[in-house]
């Protein structure tokens, strides 16, 4: 654990995201919290046996992602990592809006498709950018992933908690009735 957090504020640190001011101010008016004084919000192993890929999401509520690549990539076909900054915080936009301004983003940050080497990091904004594994076609890959947010550690056995369950478990002291 202690390395991922320091794999974590090394990336912060080099990519300046303590001073960076996303334009989601709402959710970082002050920039991005170091790693090695956030939370872990989940952390597990990522196994793709069966799996022929991920669909694109966010790993909203977190700040930042984690991937240690467990497999070297020679060990499977496809499966790659596609990455995009997706800054797009409210559905109330029309479909037309979002796509122009995802288009615009696309041509000033263009995606990024890659295949990590065995034993190294990828470390990443969690809410500004989308990704996905690409279709796999044979072998396996594997990572571990985590996830650190603005709150404490969550406790072990509990999976990306939300917002609303860590301030209820503040105030309950009970994970299993947080409503």
Same mark, same amino acid.
């Not at 300046?16 to 002050?30: A, D, F, L």
């Not at 983003?105 to 080497?117: E, R, W």
């Not at 044979?138 to 609303?164: C, K, V």
């Given at each position: 654990?202690t390395q991922?957090?320091?794999t974590?504020?090394?990336a912060?640190?080099h990519?300046?995201w303590?001073?960076? =001011? /996303?334009?989601n101010t709402v959710m970082h008016p002050e920039g991005y919290?170091? /790693?090695l004084q956030?939370?872990i919000?989940t952390?597990g192993h990522?196994?793709?046996?069966g799996? @022929?890929?991920?669909g694109s999401?966010?790993?909203?509520d977190?700040?930042y =992602?984690?991937l240690i690549?467990?497999?070297? /990539?020679?060990d499977? @076909?496809?499966g *790659?990592?596609?990455m995009?900054?997706? !800054?797009?915080?409210s559905t109330t936009?029309?479909?037309d809006? +979002?796509?122009?301004r995802?288009r615009e983003?696309?041509?000033?940050?263009p995606p990024m498709?890659?295949?990590?080497?065995?034993?190294?990091?990828?470390v990443?904004l969690?809410? *500004?950018?989308? +990704?996905?594994?690409?279709?796999?076609?044979s072998?396996?890959?594997q990572t571990?992933? =985590? @996830?650190f947010?603005e709150?404490?550690?969550?406790?072990f056995?509990?999976? !990306?908690?939300?917002?609303t369950?860590?301030h209820?478990?503040?105030?309950?002291?009970d994970?299993w009735?947080?409503?």
């Amino acid at each position: 654990v202690t390395q991922i957090r320091q794999t974590g504020h090394v990336a912060w640190k080099h990519g300046q995201w303590g001073s960076y =001011t /996303p334009p989601n101010t709402v959710m970082h008016p002050e920039g991005y919290k170091d /790693p090695l004084q956030a939370g872990i919000r989940t952390s597990g192993h990522l196994d793709y046996t069966g799996w @022929e890929a991920l669909g694109s999401h966010k790993d909203n509520d977190s700040l930042y =992602t984690v991937l240690i690549v467990l497999t070297d /990539p020679t060990d499977y @076909e496809g499966g *790659e990592l596609y990455m995009r900054v997706d !800054r797009s915080t409210s559905t109330t936009s029309s479909d037309d809006e +979002h796509n122009q301004r995802q288009r615009e983003l696309d041509q000033s940050h263009p995606p990024m498709i890659i295949k990590p080497d065995h034993y190294s990091a990828v470390v990443f904004l969690s809410d *500004e950018n989308a +990704h996905q594994v690409l279709q796999k076609h044979s072998g396996n890959r594997q990572t571990i992933g =985590t @996830e650190f947010w603005e709150y404490g550690d969550a406790p072990f056995g509990i999976m !990306r908690p939300s917002p609303t369950m860590w301030h209820n478990f503040q105030r309950n002291h009970d994970w299993w009735n947080f409503q």
